[in-house]
T-cell receptor, first 114, second 115 residues
Framework: AQSVTQLGSHVSVSEGALVLLRCNYS??????LFWYVQYPNQGLQLLLK??????LVKGINGFEAEFKKSETSFHLTKPSAHMSDAAEYFC????????????FGQGTRLTINP | KAGVTQTPRYLIKTRGQQVTLSCSPI?????VSWYQQTPGQGLQFLFE???????NKGNFPGRFSGRQFSNSRSEMNVSTLELGDSALYLC??????????????FGNGTRLTVT
């Protein structure tokens, strides 16, 4: 069964600093991985997805994530944080066969300090 | 193109009552999934419908049920409400049957409070 662990329920960075949100997955088959963002009082919005075409995936709003099979990781990064990046971020995994559902991590709340 | 629409946005119910939540997917999307979001449990999968058929179900009691109509609109129902059912209920739609090759598009959710 697939599972996702997000390290750090809260991350705080200064405006302009590097953003690094950590995600490790567990899957018995090659996974499909996603990052979603949730702004206050809103649903989730897809940031990016990994589907084995390329290990470095670029998403919206300047975010990118790198799939590392040896580390079973899919960390999300952004070179320079902006105040508007403050939100909750969710890593999710699904297998290409079998389960037709997303399994989400517990989420990481990102705070940007001015 | 309009996004996923969930109604109502907020609901307050009393223990023991039942509630029905509605979701209108993006036009052309045939798959609808429901998730429960709580501070303690995070996002948990409830069920997925495709072409009016339930394709997958999460680990929730039978009090939670859903259905999908021929126009892809979906409803979920919770009977005999408990305090622990207080949560944000999110609906998501996708074009294809499988969420991995057809990313989910989420609505803004219905916040249910049970008193």
């Amino acid at each position: 069964a697939q599972s996702v662990t997000q390290l750090g329920s809260h991350v705080s960075v200064s405006e302009g600093a590097l953003v690094l949100l950590r995600c490790n997955y567990s899957s018995s088959v090659p996974p499909y991985l996603f990052w979603y963002v949730q702004y206050p009082n809103q649903g989730l919005q897809l940031l990016l997805k990994y589907t084995s075409a390329a290990t470095l995936v670029k998403g919206i709003n300047g975010f990118e994530a790198e799939f590392k099979k040896s580390e079973t990781s899919f960390h999300l990064t952004k070179p320079s944080a902006h105040m508007s990046d403050a939100a909750e971020y969710f890593c999710a995994v699904t297998a290409p066969e079998g389960a037709q559902k997303l399994v989400f991590g517990q989420g990481t709340r990102l705070t940007i300090n001015p | 193109k309009a996004g996923v629409t969930q109604t109502p946005r907020y609901l307050i119910k009393t223990r023991g009552q039942q509630v029905t939540l509605s979701c209108s997917p993006i036009s052309g999307h045939r798959s609808v999934s429901w998730y429960q979001q709580t501070p303690g449990q995070g996002l948990q999968f409830l069920f997925e419908y495709f072409s009016e058929t339930q394709r997958n179900k999460g680990n929730f009691p039978g009090r939670f049920s859903g259905r999908q109509f021929s126009n892809s609109r979906s409803e979920m129902n919770v009977s005999t409400l408990e305090l622990g059912d207080s949560a944000l209920y999110l609906c998501a739609s996708s074009w294809g049957r499988s969420s991995y090759n057809s990313p989910l598009h989420f609505g803004n959710g219905t916040r249910l409070t049970v008193t």
